[in-house]
């Protein structure tokens, strides 16, 4: 279907994918779905089978959660929870195989928790902090 | 590879954290006569006189799972390249630090930044005892050096170079 608006013109399809209502525009998918009283309401749309690089993107620049890349000891923490950090920021450090590990932050955040303390032991992709 | 070679500084590794951060392309070498402020873990002092070998690797990015193989293959080589040059037999405490008749004579201090699942930076600073005349006496038990054990001055440089040729055949994700 196409409606002109003015002096643009939007070409809009209505479909259906599983529960959710999809509306088409200019080739942009938009999702809804039966909210309590009976009103649509608009949702994510079904997850999209993410690239390798989409992944790698996603968990080094979104994530969360600042896990520990290798088993070894809290040797220092850098950041306190309430604290505002910037990207590339120093975090914690971890000692492993006679090495100290500075992590860096991905992104500017706050540090909502710290879920480890100096001196302890940590395994591999145990979490250590959690950003906003 | 690029050899910055200096007379004396506080510490190679300080200076090769300044270099990286004036955007100095790695790998390159940091190698001083002496350290006035030489460390280890901790903050240990390491004991920095003239004549001992002093340097700092700097590696380009590598992966996090690489980081075993470049521990390991830092203190191989060292060890290697003391039993070659001078055809004795070190001890290799696993995972990098060496010994000679149980009397420690290098110490390694490897210091990496990680960052978005990868090792930015991965710096290595080698301390090995050559031509150190004497220790002091809360070391003279427990460390020596090439000259003691040989009773005879080495080449600090070619040692240098055999240590880095070792390294590059040892660890395999490039250099």
């Known amino acids: ?132 | 590879m690029k050899i910055h070679h200096f007379k004396e500084l506080d510490s190679t590794n300080i200076l090769a954290k300044s270099l990286i951060e004036k955007g100095e392309k790695p790998p390159f070498v940091v190698v001083a006569e002496k350290q006035t402020n030489g460390y280890g873990r901790n903050e240990n002092v390491w004991f920095s006189p003239q004549g001992g070998l002093y340097f700092s690797l700097v590696l380009p990015e590598i992966k996090i799972f690489h980081l075993e193989n470049l521990v390991l293959a830092l203190g191989w080589s060292v060890a290697k390249t003391i039993k070659e040059a001078f055809g004795v037999e070190p001890f290799l405490k696993l995972p990098n630090d060496v010994y000679l008749r149980n009397k420690k004579i290098a110490g390694i201090l490897v210091e990496n930044v990680i960052a978005e699942n990868k090792v930015k930076s991965s710096l290595a600073g080698i301390g090995l005892n050559t031509n150190t005349k004497e220790f002091p006496s809360n070391l003279k038990n427990k460390a020596t050096s090439l000259k003691i054990e040989l009773d005879k001055e080495v080449d600090n440089d070619k040692i240098l170079k055999a240590i880095l040729k070792n390294f590059k055949d040892s660890f395999l994700f490039g250099l």
Do not use: C
């Not at chain 1, 259906?16 to 938009?30: P, R, T």
């Not at chain 1, 505002?84 to 706050?110: D, H």
């Open chain 1, 1 to 132: 279907m196409k409606l002109k608006l003015k002096d643009k013109t939007y070409e809009i399809e209505v479909f259906e994918q599983g529960e959710l209502i999809g509306v088409k525009i200019n080739d942009q998918d938009y999702f809804f779905s039966q909210g309590v009283k009976g009103k649509l309401v608009s949702r994510k749309g079904p997850q999209k089978e993410n690239s390798y690089q989409e992944e790698f993107v996603k968990t080094a620049s979104q994530e969360k959660e600042i896990k520990s890349p290798l088993t070894g000891e809290v040797s220092k923490l850098f950041v306190k929870k309430g604290e505002k950090i910037k990207k590339g920021q120093i975090l914690i450090s971890i000692f492993s195989m006679k090495m100290e590990n500075e992590i860096l932050s991905p992104r500017p955040a706050l540090v909502e928790e710290i879920k480890v303390k100096e001196g302890k032991k940590v395994e591999s992709g145990q979490v250590l902090i959690r950003l906003s």
